[in-house]
C-alpha cells in the first residue's frame, strides 16, 4: 500500500462519504469510506470554543458559575484616577453603586446635616463637614432594605486634628445610627461610633495599637477599604487594607435591636472636628449584596 499526501486526497468539500481510504487494520490492508473516518474524528464540544464577537481591548470573563459559561467584556478602572487596581468596576454592578467619576452629584444621593462641599476630582468623591464640632457630622445617604452589605473604599487627610471620615448604617424613623471609620487625633484610631441624627459622641468600638489591623495603618493619605453587613438579626463592621475578598476582618459587631432597629439607610460621613478643611475622599461606593 503507497502512501499518500494529504494534497493528492480529493478536495474535502468535494467528498460524498463513498469514497475509499486504504487503511491498516490488525496488520491487513483495509479499504474505509471516507464517512467512516470521519465518524471516528472527537466531536469537538461547542460550549468550550471562544465565542465571537467583541472588541479590541475587551477580555474573557465568566459570566455565571456554569463550566465555559463566558462572555467578552470591557474591564474598567486600573491605571490612573480614582479606581485603582485592584479596584475594577463591578461588571454588573448594582443599582445603589456608585463609583463618583460624573461631574456632579448622583441624584441617588440625599444630603443629610447640610454638608459645606461636595466636589469631584480625580475619580473621587471629596465631601467636606460644615460643622467644626466633633461628632456632628455632614454625610451622604440612600434608602436600603435588607439583609445586605456595603462597601466603600475611604481616606481622609493626616495631621489635621478630630478629623474623621467613612460609612454609616442609620434607622430614619429613630435617627439612630451607627458611624464606621477612622479618626485622626493624637494617632490614627478606627472606631464605630453610636450617634442619633448625625450628632452625639457614643463610641463602642475604637480601636489602635501596633498589632492587628491598627498596625498597618501608614502616614499619609492612606486607603481604607470599609464593609457594614447585616443579616437581619446582626450588624457586623469590617476592615480591609487592600479590598480583595477573604481580607475584610470583623473588628466589631452588634445586635440592630439593641439600639438601631431595622436599618433602613446607608452612606458616606465626614466629621470634620476643628477650622482645618480636610475632606473625607472617597472612590467608591457598592452594595455587594
Avoid at 38 to 60: D, E, K, S
Wanted: hydrophobic letters at 35%; charged letters at 15%.
Amino acid at each position: 500500500m503507497a502512501n499518500r499526501k494529504i494534497s493528492q486526497l480529493p478536495d474535502a468539500a468535494a467528498l460524498t462519504g463513498a469514497e475509499l481510504l486504504e487503511g491498516v487494520q490488525g496488520g491487513a490492508s483495509v479499504k474505509l469510506t471516507s464517512a467512516a473516518v470521519a465518524a471516528l474524528a472527537p466531536a469537538v464540544p461547542t460550549n468550550r470554543l471562544i465565542p465571537a464577537g467583541g472588541t479590541t481591548g475587551q477580555a474573557l470573563a465568566k459570566v455565571s458559575a456554569t463550566d465555559y459559561d463566558v462572555s467578552w467584556q470591557t474591564i474598567s478602572g486600573g491605571g490612573g484616577g480614582g479606581n485603582r487596581t485592584p479596584d475594577t468596576h463591578p461588571s454588573a454592578p448594582h443599582a445603589m453603586d456608585d463609583e463618583f467619576e460624573a461631574a456632579s452629584l448622583n441624584p441617588k444621593w440625599t444630603q443629610q446635616n447640610s454638608p459645606s462641599s461636595i466636589t469631584f476630582a480625580d475619580g473621587c468623591l471629596q465631601l467636606v463637614d460644615a460643622s467644626n464640632s466633633p461628632n456632628d457630622i455632614g454625610a451622604l445617604e440612600q434608602a436600603i432594605a435588607g439583609p445586605f452589605k456595603i462597601r466603600a473604599k475611604v481616606t481622609q487627610a493626616c495631621g489635621a486634628i478630630d478629623n474623621r471620615g467613612g460609612i454609616y448604617v442609620r434607622n430614619s424613623g429613630t435617627g439612630n445610627m451607627y458611624a464606621f471609620g477612622v479618626h485622626f487625633s493624637t494617632g490614627a484610631t478606627f472606631y464605630v461610633n453610636r450617634q442619633t441624627n448625625f450628632s452625639g459622641a457614643g463610641v463602642l468600638n475604637q480601636f489602635s495599637g501596633t498589632t492587628g489591623l491598627a498596625g498597618q495603618y501608614q502616614t499619609g493619605r492612606p486607603w481604607h477599604y470599609y464593609e457594614i453587613e447585616y443579616d437581619g438579626t446582626t450588624l457586623f463592621f469590617r476592615l480591609s487594607h487592600s479590598g480583595t475578598d477573604g481580607s475584610y476582618q470583623t473588628v466589631f459587631s452588634v445586635a440592630a435591636a439593641s439600639f438601631l432597629g431595622t436599618p433602613n439607610a446607608v452612606g458616606v460621613f465626614s466629621d470634620r472636628g476643628t477650622a482645618t478643611v480636610t475632606p473625607m475622599v472617597c472612590d467608591w461606593f457598592r452594595r455587594i449584596s
